[in-house]
């Protein structure tokens, strides 16, 4: 089964910093993955998809991008943090074919000050 | 896009009690999932149901899909401390997956 690896587990970070989160999958090859976001006590907010190397999508404009450099590396960046950025930033991977059980990293906490 | 609501927002019950909560949809749902969070922790995968009025149990969990796949419930009988947390439905539209907005459940014991 999916291994989802995500690091670092907590950050804080000032506002105007850059930010690079990296999610990395085990266990599959080809899968689509996916960037959340979840703010305290709220539900999940789909950033980005990926369904392959190079190929992303934008579900939400803002001041965050995603990259995927390798089939099971997927990346979420900023070039300068808002207050707003701050959440918990989960890490998601589904195998497709239809299969549709989507495996969650540990998450990132980030709290931008 | 697709959509899903979800009620009630949170629930407190004592242990031992019921707990009941719901998710809707204004289209025909293909299937749909139930994903359990912890406090602190990150979501993890329940159950899908896929034909209509299915219904599965996981032990002292009921899921059921409606007759219309429009809605589906998830029941907890008897509640422990353990189920405290988050519970989510989700459906799947394209590559995508929609997530409901959650329904958190407290337990006192």
């Known amino acids: 089964s999916q291994t989802i690896h995500q690091w670092p587990a907590t950050l804080v970070q000032p506002v105007g910093s850059p930010l690079s989160l990296e999610c990395t999958v085990e266990?599959?090859?080809?899968?689509?993955l996916y960037w959340y976001r979840q703010a305290a006590g709220r539900g999940l907010q789909l950033l980005f998809y990926s369904v392959g190397i190079g190929q992303i999508s934008s579900e939400v404009p803002q001041n965050l991008s995603a990259s995927r450099p390798q089939d099971r590396q997927f990346i979420l960046s900023s070039k300068k943090l808002l207050l707003s950025d701050s959440g918990f930033y989960l890490c998601a991977c589904k195998q497709g074919g239809g299969v549709e059980t989507q495996y969650f990293g540990p998450g990132t906490r980030l709290l931008v000050l | 896009g697709q959509q899903v609501m979800q009620i009630p927002q949170y629930q407190h019950v004592q242990e031992g009690e019921d707990f009941t909560t719901y998710c809707n949809s204004s289209t025909t749902l293909s299937n749909i999932q139930w994903y359990k969070q912890r406090p602190g922790g990150h979501p993890v995968f329940l159950i899908q149901?896929?034909?209509?009025?299915e219904v599965k149990k996981q032990k002292r969990l009921t899921f059921q899909f409606g007759e219309a796949k429009k809605n589906s419930s998830l029941h907890i009988t008897a509640t422990q401390t353990t189920d405290v947390g988050t519970y989510f439905c989700a459906v799947t539209g394209g590559f995508k997956t929609i997530f409901g907005a959650g329904t958190r459940l407290f337990v006192k014991a």
């Open positions: 266990g599959t090859s080809n899968p689509n």
């Open positions: 149901l896929v034909k209509s009025g």
